[in-house]
């Protein structure tokens, strides 16, 4: 009964599909590998949905039959060298050898949002390279100086928290202050230029050590008056 029933009905419509995106690199879930940030993403995943992490992720996964795109592109990435290509070509070359189904499920969509990663990664990179870091002894009044420091948040890093370590370090006064022109930076009592240039290159490797400069600007004097 029950399958003349079904016989009967016919074919059912298609189903909508929900499709989950990363909160990290906005990739699908089983393209994050190609976004440039992959241990955040599996971190975001394990948080959001654990049951697609699992399915990912699990030791067993890609060994088992049903793997998943994931899995797929993974061992493609492995056996083809891919991992050496940009997110977009491994994208490409992966996508030849899926269904029809799947590449209309995913191509249009990873392509963009890969291709969109990579580009903001490339300008945030060349960003960080081009950026200065300026440490500046100035001259406030005679034989007392202070240090200020500018272009640190160029490289990600919180300014306060840096004006915290500066104080705990130095022990001496630390603080975040605004420019007139913009921006801020950080003022460090005393002339530490030389002990805040090393620490500098010392704690932050990130930071190229020839984008970070020492200058002086000298409080100027007042003229001399009329004889």
């Not at 088992?64 to 493609?76: D, P, R």
């Not at 290509?85 to 209309?104: C, F, G, H, N, W």
């Not at 530490?192 to 932050?204: K, P």
Request: charged share 30%.
């Amino acid at each position: 009964m029950a399958s003349a029933a079904t016989a009967e009905s016919g074919p059912t419509e298609p189903q909508a599909r929900h499709v989950v995106y990363c909160g990290v690199c906005t990739l699908p879930p089983e393209y994050c590998e190609f976004g440039g940030t992959v241990k955040r993403c599996k971190e975001w995943l394990e948080s959001n949905h654990s049951d697609m992490y699992e399915r990912l992720y699990s030791d067993g996964a890609l060994l088992s039959a049903g793997v998943g795109l994931a899995g797929f592109l993974c061992e493609i990435m492995h056996k083809s060298s891919l991992i050496r290509r940009s997110p977009k070509d491994a994208i490409e070359a992966s996508m030849s050898t899926l269904s029809v189904d799947a590449q209309k499920r995913a191509e249009k969509d990873a392509q963009k949002k890969a291709a969109k990663a990579e580009a903001a990664e490339a300008r945030e990179h060349e960003k960080k390279m081009s950026s200065k870091v300026l440490i500046k002894r100035v001259e406030r009044n005679k034989r007392k100086y202070v240090t200020a420091v500018s272009g640190l948040e160029a490289h990600g890093l919180d300014l306060k928290k840096v004006a915290k370590d500066f104080g705990k370090k130095f022990a001496t006064g630390s603080s975040v202050t605004k420019l007139a022109s913009g921006g801020e930076e950080i003022v460090v009592q005393g002339d530490l230029s030389d002990e805040i240039y090393d620490w500098i290159t010392e704690t932050y490797e990130d930071i190229p050590e020839d984008n970070v400069d020492c200058i002086e600007d000298k409080k100027k004097k007042s003229g001399a008056g009329p004889p």
